[in-house]
């Protein structure tokens, strides 16, 4: 799995002195992480969607990152290029108004177990069976058929009993 953070030279703000701060032309890819703004420019379409994943994952302290984005993060070829990061909060939790949502940052409403958080480059992210489900809801079967045929090219292992074993919770 690629380290985004590395590969995109990701700086995270949020535990710098202020002298250790950026110096240059950046691009901010949330509020606490920066890019320089040139190799933000050159990248092509798909990285910078991973790019702003990662920064969101990066910054989240409760939030659980969903859908195309978690997919992405994973390596997984998606249908479609994301223009905002979707996010679950644990448990019940409902998400606050959509005025105080970060630029980018979409939540959903919904039931997210503990059991469908993972912990992916220092990252919370959806089990692999809830990305798909999630993607399945939201973003159509056919983008949820290119994610799982990703999945399954990366992991021939993978098979549909150990998916349905996953999403079992008893």
């Excluded at 949020?14 to 992480?33: C, I, M, S, W």
């Excluded at 999630?134 to 292992?157: F, H, K, M, Q, T």
Aim: glycine fraction near 6%; aromatic fraction near 8%.
């Amino acid at each position: 799995m690629e380290d985004w953070k590395q590969k995109f030279g990701l700086i995270g703000l949020r535990h710098l002195a202020l002298k250790d701060q950026p110096q240059g032309n950046v691009h901010y890819l949330t509020a606490e992480v920066v890019i320089d703004a040139e190799t933000y420019q050159n990248l092509p379409p798909w990285d910078k969607a991973a790019a702003r994943a990662c920064a969101v994952g990066m910054t989240v302290d409760v939030a659980v990152i969903s859908g195309q984005a978690a997919a992405r993060l994973r390596g997984l070829q998606v249908l479609e290029i994301e223009s905002h990061v979707v996010c679950y909060l644990p448990g019940a939790k409902v998400p606050s108004s959509r005025k105080k949502w970060k630029k980018g940052v979409v939540y959903r409403s919904g039931y997210l177990r503990e059991s469908d958080i993972e912990t992916f480059q220092g990252m919370r992210i959806t089990s692999l069976i809830c990305t798909f489900l999630d993607i399945a809801r939201y973003d159509g079967l056919d983008a949820a058929v290119v994610v799982i045929d990703s999945a399954r090219r990366r992991w021939p292992e993978l098979t549909k009993e150990r998916l349905l074993e996953e999403a079992n919770p008893f």
